[in-house]
């Protein structure tokens, strides 16, 4: 049960843009988080606080990096320490070795050991427990590895497999639940600056309402549009191929991961239009379909004619919960969780919605006053009322 490598290389690419906008991030790129995690360094945001920085430290002074290594050597026992975080933050020495060790072949070679062992070794092994087998699977994955809080949020998955009649349904209705509560998790974090992030659990919401589980290029990831030419490759996967891994043993010593695409997927994307007549030798001149057009589909709602436009998102959402895709009880209770969480924001609103209606009541009424005394009082206006003559015979003495 094995994940090919080019599936990888796309976990790879959507988290890095996700993290760098670029799908190849750069080695030294240096950064100080105001999310309190201290130093973000390298191409996959090692953070001081989560200690991935230590450990990209580690492997470069162990692999025989000399740039920047006396200064690096010396702060390495404190590295995954919270109490230094703010002290190493502002530690332009330390920030100025971390560069210089970036712009060595060494300090690439520890971070892509420390992002193969650290997080997608443990995604793949995670996938593969559950007998997940899709791309998009194996990249929501990866990416909660690299974010954080995978563990939190997949114990309040509550799909079971027992529901469905095969394990790839399963796994759809798994992962589709599992990103629709990290984005309820996110957003119920108190720091501003994670709900900043639900960008990541929206493109694989997206990607999931395409039913895109192959993941197949080009998709567009956080405004940057990832092609097959982005994906990058890693100098530890290169050096594995041949064996059909990617990197390191993890400490389970999980089984090796395969590198050759299977005979269906060597596609990487279809023909689209007018591919299928030029495979075919086609070119002839175009003739047109001879057929009726299909009026729209119509649909009413509590008796309310829904709009066009509407009427395939609201089949399509239909047919999500008929398979099994998505839960009306889990949504409830996800809304139920963010109102829970932002209690004091849901009432504010309702607070600014009946101050809303008061002030349209009060204008309302007051402008209707003042049509009022305009309308009573010559002087306040031009309008004058003439009577209208009557005409009539002598006999018509009703009128």
Request: charged residues 20%; contains cysteine.
């Amino acid at each position: 049960m094995s994940f090919s490598r080019k599936d990888i290389l796309k976990a790879f690419a959507i988290v890095h843009i996700f993290e760098a906008s670029r799908p190849v991030g750069r080695v030294d790129a240096l950064a100080v988080l105001a999310d309190g995690a201290g130093i973000s360094y390298g191409f996959s945001q090692f953070t001081h606080r989560s200690g991935s920085l230590k450990k990209v430290c580690q492997k470069y002074l162990q692999l025989g990096g000399t740039a920047g290594a006396e200064v690096i050597k010396d702060r390495l026992p404190h590295l995954a320490d919270a109490s230094f975080i703010i002290k190493y933050s502002k530690d332009d020495e330390l920030k100025n070795a971390l560069r210089a060790a970036g712009k060595t072949a060494l300090m690439r070679q520890a971070q892509e050991h420390v992002a193969i062992t650290s997080y997608m070794n443990p995604a793949i092994n995670a996938a593969e427990g559950s007998s997940f087998t899709l791309p998009l699977s194996l990249a929501v994955i990866y990416d909660s590895f690299n974010h954080g809080g995978y563990t939190s949020v997949r114990d309040k998955v509550t799909v079971r497999r027992s529901d469905f009649n095969s394990d790839l349904a399963f796994e759809k209705a798994w992962v589709t639940s599992y990103v629709l509560k990290r984005r309820a998790w996110l957003l119920a974090n108190r720091k501003a600056i994670v709900h900043k992030t639900i960008y990541r659990p929206d493109f694989f919401t997206a990607q999931i309402g395409q039913s895109n589980w192959t993941m197949n290029l080009p998709v567009v990831v956080h405004g940057h549009k990832l092609t097959a030419k982005d994906l990058p490759e890693t100098a530890e996967g290169k050096q594995e191929e041949d064996r059909g891994r990617v990197g390191p043993e993890t400490a389970g010593g999980s089984p090796a991961v395969q590198t050759e695409e299977p005979a269906a997927a060597q596609t990487e994307e279809p023909a689209g239009e007018g591919g299928e007549q030029a495979a075919a030798g086609g070119g002839g001149e175009f003739v047109a379909e001879d057929k009726p057009m299909d009026a729209p589909a119509t649909m009413t709602v509590l008796g309310f004619a829904v709009p066009a436009f509407l009427v395939p998102i609201i089949t399509g959402t239909k047919q999500m919960f008929t398979d099994g895709y998505l839960n009306a009880r889990e949504i409830f209770t996800e809304l139920l969780d963010f109102v829970k969480g932002n209690i004091k924001w849901v009432f504010v609103l309702i607070a600014l919605i009946i101050v809303v209606m008061i002030v349209k009541k009060i204008v309302r009424q007051v402008t209707l006053w003042v049509q009022m005394i305009i309308a009573a009082n010559p002087n306040w206006h031009n309008v004058t009322a003439e009577p209208v003559p009557v005409t009539r015979e002598w006999w018509q003495v009703w009128k």
